[in-house]
């Protein structure tokens, strides 16, 4: 493009529409997967196993007496201990992926997330077979008295072995208490709602110098910033290249830098959870400068504005709230299917949906500009409207509930409740959905 726009004073005014949801960084994305938390720890135990014999046969005679053994003795505590650890390891691991399926058949394929990413589960994992490895690889430095060369024990590491072992039954008793409590439907019902309410909550943009005072949490929508695309004005798409999946967060920071440095209006062609497949629309580059760039300037430019877009192959909840709310819905319609008829789990459902949307028919709908620090419009998304999340939680439970003496009941109560306190705004998305509950009657 044109170049880098020289601006010192882009940053003296804060940014406006920018949402409170963050694009997970670089060392959150590390320890996001299943595996990362039990590999650090194993890698951890690789090194201190191999470092701690070493450090005790440069200090012999100067470190304290833990373990009063010799090397048969050391021999048989380490081979005892690597042996019960792999055991006890594939019991946790064969009762996480029991868990897994009995969440998936039970509640729906979609909450297996929420399990994978327990820390509990990805510590005990890890102490396990932390455990093992440290075992064994202590297990190679203990020798037996040889000619000139003398017995060798590296107590303090036996002693860090027991330690573990300890560490490994307390991490088991956690394990079973997370795993008895994560698999109650309420609990599983409780924290997606948790979720999702932070997600609602930070889904609006963060209000900046004074407005903190006078609006409170949130900013209202600055109705000034106004947006259509001009058929005339040069544009430069961006394709998803080979990449395909669901949309799981947007770098709002990165596009807002990058098209502030460029002059030029990012437009989303894409909402987070969304679908792509290969070489489909994802934004287009608006403004006058991309006429005037180069060829390697606006490919670069176009790698950067891809970048701040991650896919996955499952939707989640890092900017999400669509998601949380598809989660509670699934497990309500799995409840009132006639294999399970469990209306009073469904009752659960709607009870927490009515948590979730208390405080978004209290907020103003998010406007899909972002403005840089001169109140120049750099970015256009798409942020979820409050219409469609109601529509959302309560359509599909409304249908498939109808025929059940409890679920019309609090539906109705929950909606009466919407009704009363909703937006002026919001007042007719909430009034019809319930006359689509019961077409025949007005809201109380």
């Known amino acids: 493009m044109a170049g880098p726009r020289p601006s010192p004073d882009v940053h003296r005014v804060t940014p406006m529409g920018v949402p409170a949801i963050r694009a997970a960084g670089p060392w959150a994305r590390l320890w996001q997967p299943f595996w990362a938390v039990p590999l650090a720890i194993c890698l951890a135990a690789v090194l201190l196993g191999a470092a701690m014999p070493e450090i005790e046969g440069a200090f012999a005679g100067s470190l304290p007496q833990i373990f009063d053994g010799g090397p048969e003795g050391a021999r048989s505590v380490l081979s005892t201990i690597a042996s019960a650890m792999i055991s006890v390891t594939g019991l946790v691991f064969s009762i996480t992926m029991v868990v897994l399926q009995l969440a998936s058949s039970q509640f729906s394929p979609r909450v297996l997330g929420n399990f994978l990413h327990s820390r509990v589960t990805q510590i005990t994992l890890g102490v396990f077979a932390a455990s093992f490895i440290f075992s064994l690889t202590v297990l190679r430095a203990v020798r037996n008295a040889d000619g000139d060369q003398e017995a060798f024990v590296p107590q303090i590491s036996v002693g860090l072995a027991l330690l573990l072992v300890g560490l490994s039954l307390i991490s088991l008793i956690a394990f079973i208490r997370e795993i008895t409590t994560a698999i109650q439907v309420s609990q599983v019902i409780s924290d997606i709602g948790d979720t999702t309410v932070r997600l609602v909550e930070g889904m609006r943009p963060e209000p900046t110098g004074e407005d903190q005072h006078v609006t409170g949490k949130y900013a209202e929508p600055d109705e000034s910033v106004t947006w259509a695309p001009d058929p005339d004005q040069p544009r430069h798409p961006v ?18 830098a990058i098209a502030t440095e460029f002059d030029v209006i990012v437009a989303c062609e894409i909402a987070v959870g969304d679908f792509r497949a290969e070489q489909q629309p994802l934004a287009t580059i608006w403004g006058r400068s991309v006429d005037s760039a180069g060829g390697d300037e606006v490919t670069a430019a176009e790698n950067r504005v891809r970048s701040a877009f991650a896919f996955a192959t499952e939707r989640s909840m890092l900017q999400d709230p ?95 409740d919407l009704v009363a306190i909703c937006r002026v705004e919001h007042r007719p998305a909430v009034e019809d959905l319930v006359r689509q509950l019961d077409p025949s009657e007005a809201p109380r």
């Open 239 to 256: 394709h998803m290249g080979s990449r395909h999946g669901h949309l799981v967060s947007i770098d709002y920071a990165m596009l807002l």
């Open 322 to 416: 669509a998601f949380g709310i598809r989660q509670l819905v699934d497990i309500a319609e799995r409840a009132l299917s006639p294999g399970i008829n469990d209306p009073t789990t469904a009752v659960q459902v709607i009870d927490e949906l009515h948590r979730i949307l208390r405080p978004l028919v209290q907020q103003p709908d998010a406007r899909p500009y972002i403005t840089d620090g001169d109140g120049t419009l750099r970015v256009v998304h798409a942020p979820p409207d409050v219409e469609t999340l109601l529509r959302l939680a309560v359509s599909e439970i409304v249908h498939y509930g109808s025929g059940s003496v409890q679920v019309p009941t609090r539906m109705r109560a929950m909606l009466d």
